[in-house]
């Protein structure tokens, strides 16, 4: 048996054993990758191709060597038998809890399986009264602080929960399903090393629990964390991998990952989505919206991760684009977080910024800990003017995700609009730690030293030069690095950069001041260092122009074809006080 039939039948079977035990959002990630293998050739009919890509420019783009890749998923990996259910009958008890399970109805299903002792039934009463206490906990938020208030309302099911999961544990008596069950917990009550080991030995008697694993990468924090987990070789192993590699910002290892999968899932929506995020971590813009067009062609009603489709066609002000995306979702599911968002940011590129905060706080009602609604909901609040309410939004964000950059750049950005640098300086550190490769970060911070304020203007050269080193799309630090250094009087340095500033205008066919003010200062230097054909060679230039400019280099020009003993000294003064 092949390794692609392996994976299908282990999928198969999981399904099966996560949804008896009501873990619906595990199954539904186990079925999206076992539709997601690549259909053997001998059975390819025209029946079942709904899901084939062969011609995709993203499938070549992410397939240009598939016999040299690693390992295919399922070959070389450690087998692990697939869980065998216990001997004991749930019977008709599990079937009515489970019913009630599905009606929302927790509490009940928990009742019904008081006394049962199945594993199934065991299981699913203490996951029963674990979303009991979660709903309840929902409840008094509302209650006490409103849908988006802060509270200290905890899960009340929770000290009962670990007490029964750590005695089942010690007795050797829980499966890999309450391990997960008893992570959840450990990991709510703050015992994160506990939670960690509880989850890693979940995960390594029964690697399809996906939801598991999203709990584990949930705590890997840190590379060291990650590298420190004893996890068993299963093709699932390379799926956390390329996820938790994605959450600590190391995308290109996340592409590598993904890409090795897909010479099993090649038809994975998932994957195509988890590729599009990196991608746009890496700012490819281009790269991610071919990658969501494939997706809706070939998912049409699909919501999930839409909503940074939205925020790539937002940054490329495609209006026409966005309308139909945000018309669609709305159609589709409107109640969403992912939709709101979407239509949020339709109104913000419209400029109608109170009804974006709107549907930002419509997609917080849904989901309070939706952290890109808080970030987004943040700009909107900067673009009011609303500098406290953007501040309040920003910090919830960074509570849930201390690792969201965007949320910290947004508080340094407004503690700079209050006139209060230092503390935007902070945040901006904060910001550049955690994505060192975005140009605009470097920027920001740059901007910030040269305050007036602060002036701190070496240290803002150096941000600059960062910035130019990290693929400046919109040409900023050169011209600023040109500017500082002849602000400081080094015309050297300064000749430098306005002429690299310069070649990137002309390559890209640009034309604007800042040309002409890089044309008038290296003709200037290069007059003052008695290099007169190249001074010429940018006088003669400004002669194209209309402004005060063109009398500026006829003057200098006059100046260099005066016999050079008709004046005392070369020494043209590049800075004027």
């Known amino acids: 048996m092949n390794s692609k039939e392996n994976c299908r039948n282990e999928l198969r079977t999981a399904i099966r054993q996560l949804s008896d035990r009501c873990l619906y959002s595990a199954s539904k990630w186990a079925a999206e990758q076992l539709v997601g293998i690549e259909q053997d050739p001998a059975k390819f009919t025209p029946s079942n191709t709904r ?3 062969g011609s995709s420019s993203i499938r ?14 399922g070959i070389s990996y450690v087998s692990t038998p697939v869980m065998e259910e ?8 599990y079937l009515l809890a489970k019913s009630y399970f599905d009606c929302r109805e927790y509490k009940r299903a928990a009742h019904v399986l008081r006394e049962q002792n199945g594993k199934k039934s065991v299981f699913l009463r203490q996951y029963a009264l674990y979303l009991a206490g979660e709903k309840r906990k929902e ?53 994160e090393s506990l939670a960690r080991t509880a989850l ?19 705590l890997c924090t840190t590379i060291d964390i990650l590298n420190s987990l004893n996890l068993n070789n299963h093709w699932m192993k390379d799926f956390f991998l390329a996820y938790a590699y994605h959450e600590l910002r190391m995308h290109n290892e996340s592409l590598v990952k993904y890409e090795n999968l897909q010479a099993t899932f090649g038809f994975s929506n998932y994957i195509q989505a988890q590729i599009a995020k990196a991608q746009y971590s890496l700012r490819e813009f281009d790269q991610v919206e071919a990658i969501f067009e494939e997706l809706l062609r070939n998912d049409p009603y699909r919501v999930e991760d839409m909503d940074m489709y939205s ?32 239509i949020g940011n339709y109104y913000s590129l419209k400029g109608q910024h109170e009804k974006s905060v709107v549907y930002f706080r419509r997609a917080l009602k849904l989901n309070k800990n939706y952290l890109s609604a808080w970030t987004l909901m943040g700009h909107e609040f900067v673009e009011m003017k609303n500098i406290p309410a953007a501040i309040d939004a920003y910090r919830r964000a960074v509570d849930i995700n201390p690792c969201d950059y965007r949320a910290w750049y947004g508080l340094g950005q407004a503690y700079e609009m209050m006139g209060m ?53 919109e040409a900023i630090a050169l011209h600023q690095l040109a500017k500082l250094h002849s602000e400081l009087r080094q015309s050297e340095e300064a000749a430098f950069y306005y002429k690299k500033d310069l070649e990137r205008m002309e390559a890209e066919e640009r034309e604007g001041p800042n040309m002409v003010e890089a044309l008038l200062f290296l003709a200037t230097y290069y007059k003052a260092q008695k290099k007169f054909d190249e001074a010429e060679v940018y006088c003669t230039r400004l002669l194209d122009y209309t402004g005060p400019e063109k009398e500026t280099a006829k003057d200098l020009l006059r100046g260099m074809r005066l016999p050079q003993s008709s004046f005392p000294s070369m020494d043209v003064e590049l800075f004027p006080p």
Request: glycine share 4%; net charge negative; aromatic share 12%.
């Open 51 to 53: 899901f084939q890509r």
């Open 60 to 73: 070549r783009r992410f397939h240009t060597n598939e016999s040299c890749s690693t390992p295919i998923a």
């Open 86 to 93: 216990d001997e004991v009958v749930d019977g008709d008890f």
């Open 139 to 191: 409840e008094e938020v509302v209650e006490l602080e409103g849908s988006l208030g802060k509270s200290n309302a905890v899960n009340q099911e929770l000290v009962s929960l670990e007490r029964e999961l750590s005695t089942l544990r010690k007795n050797g008596m829980i499966d890999p399903f309450g391990l997960y069950l008893y992570g959840l917990v450990l990991k709510q009550k703050g015992s």
């Open 200 to 218: 890693m030995e979940s995960v390594n008697s029964y690697p399809w629990n996906w939801s598991a694993w999203s709990e584990l990468q949930s």
């Open 311 to 342: 925020n790539v066609l937002y940054a490329k002000e495609c209006f026409s684009a966005l309308s139909y995306l945000a018309h669609r979702v709305f159609m589709t599911d409107k109640y969403r977080p992912e939709s709101c968002c979407i």
């Open 421 to 473: 640098p230092f503390y935007a300086l902070h945040y901006f550190k904060k910001s550049v730690f955690l994505q060192p490769n975005d140009s605009r970060l470097w920027i920001a911070m740059a901007q910030c030293y040269e305050s007036e304020q602060l002036r701190m203007l070496e240290e803002a050269i150096k941000c600059y030069r960062r910035a130019a080193s990290c693929n400046d799309r």
